[in-house]
């Protein structure tokens, strides 16, 4: 069964620190996301992208935080100046069309956990 | 504004017991509505969904749901627990109109299994 595959799976960085996580998605897929799952709260929204660009973001994505499609399969989650509290499971997902229409189903990787010292 | 509610943070069953993980949600339409099962080390894997029609739906793993609009829930079932369903359960809900292109997460419920 395809699978969305993420890299790494932990990766430990000093506050301030520039970090890429990265993900494949569902090769046919067209709609990518990334979502975030701070210990013991809640699994977040943090943006979703189709078509090379950004559709909707949260709240929670600000200026630090960028995404990127950098060639036909990878798709890319930057912390541009990491903080303590960016400290979470990051999950990316991806759905073959719009999420919902026509029944289509968001697929989650295993996430990456980072940890912010 | 949307929300999804699961009231149990943990719960604790024998094995060979049935389960319900109850889930309500807060939507003004009739939302698209799932079940996803973290395992540990694992990520978010889909147990099912609910998008119109049966109230009642079928997924993997022998887990049901039935979807009750008057009282805005998406309860899970299982008739009979195994060990292996130990894990954190999430329900989730996306909105209807046009389609979605996010999911709203419960806080999940941690399932334990004694043996």
């Known amino acids: 069964e395809p699978e969305v595959t993420q890299t790494p799976s932990h990766q430990v960085t000093q506050m301030g620190q520039e970090v890429i996580l990265r993900c494949v998605p569902i090769?046919?897929?067209?709609?990518f996301y990334w979502y975030r799952q701070i210990l013991g709260q809640k699994v977040e929204f943090l943006v979703s992208?189709?078509?090379?660009?950004?559709?909707?973001k949260s709240e929670i994505f600000d200026d630090q935080f960028s995404v990127e499609r950098p060639d036909g399969s990878n798709f890319t989650l930057k912390i541009r100046s990491t903080k303590l509290e960016d400290s979470a499971m990051y999950f990316c997902?991806?759905?073959?069309?719009?999420?919902?229409?026509?029944?289509?189903?968001?697929?989650f990787g295993e996430g990456s956990w980072l940890t912010v010292v | 504004a949307q929300s999804v509610t699961q009231p149990d943070i943990h719960i604790t069953v024998s094995e060979g017991a049935s389960l319900e993980l109850r889930c309500n949600y807060s939507?003004?339409?009739?939302?698209?509505l799932f079940w996803y099962v973290q395992s540990p080390g694992q990520g978010l894997q889909l147990l099912l969904k609910y998008f119109s029609g049966d109230t009642l739906v079928q997924g993997i793993k022998g887990f049901e749901a039935e979807f009750k609009r008057s009282q805005s829930s998406f309860n899970l079932r299982k008739p009979s627990v195994h060990w292996s369903d130990a894990a954190e359960y999430f329900c989730?809900?996306?909105?209807?109109?046009?389609?979605?292109?996010?999911?709203?997460f419960g806080a999940g419920t941690r399932l334990a299994v004694h043996p």
């Open positions: 997902a991806s759905s073959e069309a719009r999420g919902g229409t026509s029944g289509n189903t968001i697929y």
């Open positions: 090769s046919n897929h067209l709609y």
């Open positions: 989730a809900v996306g909105a209807q109109s046009g389609g979605y292109n996010k999911l709203i």
């Open positions: 992208f189709y078509n090379n660009e950004i559709s909707e």
């Open positions: 939507y003004g339409a009739t939302p698209y």
